[in-house]
């Protein structure tokens, strides 16, 4: 599972909460990613860092807020939670052979009431 | 950006027949394009890939077909078993990026 962690596994907040998921690797990858899983519209980018304090944005980056500090720490703020970002958030990092294979952490089921 | 679609979003096939899922994508620099399986409740796993300068590329009942000038590339699996159902998702991508397809969830029907 390419040492991929990600902290809380669940998590329920109410609208207008910050909220922080965090995604740990033990393998010193230097690309991470987080994405959100909803039906109907696969995975979808919100950010991405290609090393300590480099991120960038994706397609669906309204609303999140993102930092590395460390190599094996990846977080994603949501600053004020909507009902909207109700969804199941995956990190995931970038292999080492050379190559752009992505492996995914275990996932962060999030509910916004 | 990237686009990509995918079709089917739903495919039923009698166990020990093949499936066949394809996908399309816009951006003509992409040069990377993975396929995932993720069974209910679990992380996507990659389960093979394939680059711009391979036209295809098989590992034992899975194989990916790739056609640059068309910009597009499908997933085969053959003798399909139980076990193959889960939902399968495309991506292509480049350096740094992938950006995925919506899905195909794919039910063998014993």
């Known amino acids: 599972d390419a040492g991929i962690t990600q902290s809380p596994r669940h998590k329920v907040t109410e609208t207008g909460t910050p909220v922080t998921l965090r995604c740990h690797q033990t393998e010193n990858h230097r690309y991470m990613y987080w994405y959100r899983q909803d039906p109907g519209h696969g995975l979808r980018l919100i950010h991405y860092?290609?090393?300590?304090?480099?991120?960038d944005k994706g397609e669906v980056s309204d609303g999140y807020s993102v930092s590395r500090s460390k190599t094996e720490d990846f977080l994603l703020t949501l600053e004020s939670a909507t009902s909207s970002q109700t969804s199941v958030y995956f990190c995931?990092?970038?292999?080492?052979?050379?190559?752009?294979?992505?492996?995914f952490g275990p996932g962060t089921r999030l509910t916004v009431l | 950006g990237e686009n990509v679609e995918q079709h089917p979003s739903t495919l039923s096939v009698q166990e020990g027949d093949s499936a066949v899922i394809k996908c399309t994508y816009s951006d003509s620099a992409s040069n990377y394009f993975p396929w995932y399986k993720q069974e209910l409740g679990k992380r996507p796993q990659l389960i093979i890939d394939i680059r711009s300068n391979v036209g295809e590329k098989k590992d034992q009942r899975i194989a990916v077909t790739l056609n640059k000038t068309a910009k597009h590339f499908s997933l085969h699996i053959t003798e399909t078993q139980p076990e193959d159902s889960a939902v399968y998702f495309c991506?292509?991508?480049?350096?740094?990026?992938?950006?995925f397809g919506t899905g195909t969830r794919l039910t063998i029907i014993p």
């Open positions: 995931a990092i970038r292999g080492t052979s050379g190559d752009n294979e992505q492996f």
């Open positions: 991506a292509a991508g480049g350096n740094e990026k992938l950006t």
């Open positions: 860092s290609y090393g300590v304090k480099d991120t």
